[in-house]
């Protein structure tokens, strides 16, 4: 084990990218396999089957930028996953609904998620489960207050 391993195994952030990679890793190949893609799979597990959603809850729900998401939702229309329909008596909302195709990749999606999940659960103490959570809960907070004190420091510096 060199240095970098030895440090890196102390470093939660480390840690928490690392569990992403494998999980995304996963989810990317399961996607591939349906011919959609990750970013377009968690976009239909944020979108209610049968109503829709209003284009502006999705990029919050996903913890994404609005551009970001605007980019997937193009694509994703032009794949015939998803429609944005305009609301009748308000014309600057927008509603974004599943298509057939994107009901049947939706499903493809939660399964994937549903499984790793108890996967997950099955492999763990209930316990630490619990304080999995607590952990994982803190790290926004930690993230703000981190950011903030950075972007003051480097407007101290200047």
């Given at each position: 084990m060199d240095d970098f391993e030895i440090y890196a195994e102390q470093i939660i952030v480390h840690k928490i990218r690392s569990a992403w990679f494998e999980m995304?890793?996963?989810f990317n190949q399961v996607a591939s396999a349906h011919n959609i893609t990750l970013s377009v799979g968690f976009t239909l597990i944020s979108i209610f089957e049968e109503v829709g959603t209003p284009v502006t809850k999705i990029a919050p729900?996903?913890?994404m930028e609005p551009n970001s998401l605007s980019r997937i939702l193009k694509s994703m229309e032009k794949e015939g996953l998803v429609e944005r329909i305009s609301d009748k008596k308000d014309k600057r909302k927008v509603l974004v609904k599943l298509t057939?195709?994107?009901?049947?990749k939706r499903k493809v999606s939660l399964v994937s998620v549903f499984r790793l999940n108890n996967a997950m659960l099955d492999d763990l103490d209930p316990i630490k489960v619990k304080h999995f959570y607590e952990v994982i809960n803190s790290v926004p907070k930690s993230t703000s207050k981190t950011l903030d004190k950075m972007l003051?420091?480097?407007k101290d510096a200047n």
């Open positions: 995304s890793r996963m729900r996903m913890g057939e195709k994107g009901q049947e003051q420091e480097i």
